[in-house]
């Protein structure tokens, strides 16, 4: 109830998590309430409880956000490579995961604002540059939506003059079902797009338009 996650005070490697209830769960699947949560500033540079579960950071990884607790209601934060089975630390047992968080190249967090399951991240970003591709083609979205998200939106702005036009599908569909078009290069369109596993959906240029376009993810919904 009431999820939110936003950057923490150091935006670069922690992240806070705010929620009016959430349903905790252990290994044998027994739930365990908690409310009232507020675990600010879980950081990747710390080592275990309130930070990283195992290993060491590394860049260009999908860090998994996790709220962890005791059987005596303590509450904390972790993050973990794993979607499933993060390292608990000494003493927790019960767990929810809650969202996901990208390290960057340089091992910086890539800002975002999450209520729910919907993710916005803090600026949009280009998945695809002038693309002019006439059949379908793929554009993987991996390094910007985790491997647990399944949806997502993009917007898409013509780069050259001419008529843009865009058709786009989920990986290896038959034919297309979402259309784009546009006469400048202002125009906009917010699609939203089903993905598979390897987190790739397929466009192409088509309708006798060869102005290129740019494709950039404004958002996605994470399965919590």
């Not at 290994?27 to 949560?37: E, F, L, Q, R």
């Not at 960057?104 to 991240?121: D, R």
Request: charged share 10%; with cysteine; glycine share 10%.
């Amino acid at each position: 109830s009431n999820l939110m996650i936003v950057p923490g005070t150091t935006t670069a490697s922690q992240v806070t998590v705010t929620a009016d209830y959430l349903a905790l769960r252990d290994t044998s699947d027994v739930v365990m309430m908690a409310k009232t949560i507020s675990e600010s500033n879980i950081a990747i540079t710390t080592a275990g409880v309130g930070g990283l579960d195992t290993g060491t950071e590394a860049a260009s990884t999908w860090y998994h956000i996790w709220i962890i607790a005791k059987t005596d209601g303590t509450v904390d934060g972790l993050l973990s490579t794993s979607s499933t089975a993060p390292t608990m630390p000494s003493g927790y047992v019960y767990k929810m995961r809650v969202g996901a968080v990208r390290n960057n190249a340089s091992s910086n967090f890539l800002a975002f604002y999450q209520q729910g399951n919907h993710v916005i991240p803090d600026t949009t970003v280009n998945v695809l540059t002038n693309g002019t591709a006439t059949s379908f083609t793929d554009v993987n979205v991996s390094g910007v939506v985790p491997p647990t998200s399944r949806i997502t939106t993009i917007n898409i702005q013509q780069v050259n003059s001419g008529l843009t036009c865009g058709q786009f599908r989920a990986n290896g569909s038959a034919g297309g079902f979402e259309w784009f078009t546009s006469q400048d290069q202002y125009g906009r369109s917010d699609i939203t797009l089903p993905l598979d596993s390897t987190q790739i959906f397929e466009y192409l240029n088509s309708g006798g338009c060869t102005a290129g376009m740019t494709i950039g993810m404004t958002g996605y919904e994470d399965n919590l």
